[in-house]
């Protein structure tokens, strides 16, 4: 089975700056797209970046040009860089690979990392 671990979530002041990190196995990581999503409480999940497997990539207007996905295929991992963070960017973020066989799409998503901004 696909199994995705993500880490490097914590506390930080607004302002501040974390990378997060997603290990994947169980599939070729490089066929696939990737994502992060957040879900703050109360609230639904929601897209925060994209990266295809190409490489190209898309984020959420509330993030773009404070966050950048990334990816490295020979280690099976990608990257979420934050700075400028905000008190709004405070939930629990989640890796999702996304798998395509002809007509079936599937998802497959980590535990989730919780990222606090505060001071």
């Known amino acids: 089975q696909v199994q995705l671990v993500e880490s490097g979530g914590g506390r930080v002041q607004p302002g501040g700056s974390l990378r997060l990190s997603c290990a994947a196995s169980?599939?070729?990581?490089?066929?696939?797209?990737m994502g992060w999503y957040r879900q703050a409480p109360g609230k639904q999940r929601e897209l925060v970046a994209h990266?295809?497997?190409?490489?190209?990539?898309n984020y959420s207007d509330s993030v773009k040009d404070r966050f950048t996905i990334s990816r490295d295929n020979a280690k099976n991992m990608v990257y979420l860089q934050m700075s400028s963070l905000k008190p709004e960017d405070t939930a629990v973020y989640y890796c999702?690979?996304?798998?395509?066989?002809?007509?079936?799409?599937?998802?497959?998503w980590g535990q989730g990392t919780q990222v606090t901004v505060s001071s």
């Open positions: 999702k690979m996304t798998i395509t066989i002809i007509a079936s799409r599937r998802d497959y």
């Open positions: 990266i295809t497997s190409g490489g190209s990539t």
């Open positions: 169980g599939s070729i990581f490089s066929r696939h797209d």
